[in-house]
Nanobody, 118 residues
Framework: VQLVESGGGLVQPGGSLRLSCEYS????????MAWHRQAPDKEREMVAV???????NYGESVKGRFTISRDNAGGTLYLDMHNLKPEDTGVYYC?????????????WGQGTQVTVSS
């Protein structure tokens, strides 16, 4: 299984970005995907999570500003980020978790840098 993120960059406060994560390989139909982020000198934190059926949940700091979605047929996870703040700066990672034949699997992408600064 491979996860490849894209879409990061430098944006001014109040701006928007869309992150994408293309996934490929053999995975279970029942799975959970998420975006996590890690700021310098801070622990990695969950930003948003979505199940294969479309149930979503968000971290408190991004509620109302970020939207997670997925295209199961196309094998892509998205994160639409609006009204970005300097504290949103960090490396954003795509995450995939699932069980198959009773075994737990978890995969991470390589990360994409998001910098919010004027």
């Amino acid at each position: 299984v491979q996860l490849v993120e894209s879409g990061g960059g430098l944006v001014q406060p109040g701006g928007s970005l869309r992150l994408s994560c293309e996934y490929s390989g053999s995975i279970s139909s029942f799975n959970v995907m998420a975006w996590h982020r890690q700021a310098p000198d801070k622990e990695r934190e969950m930003v948003a999570v979505i199940t294969n059926s479309g149930t979503v949940n968000y971290g408190e700091s991004v509620k109302g500003r970020f939207t997670i979605s997925r295209d199961n047929a196309g094998g892509t996870l998205y994160l639409d980020m609006h009204n970005l703040k300097p504290e949103d700066t960090g490396v954003y990672y795509c995450n995939l978790r699932y069980y198959r034949d009773g075994e737990y699997f978890e995969h991470w992408g390589q990360g994409t840098q998001v910098t919010v600064s004027s």
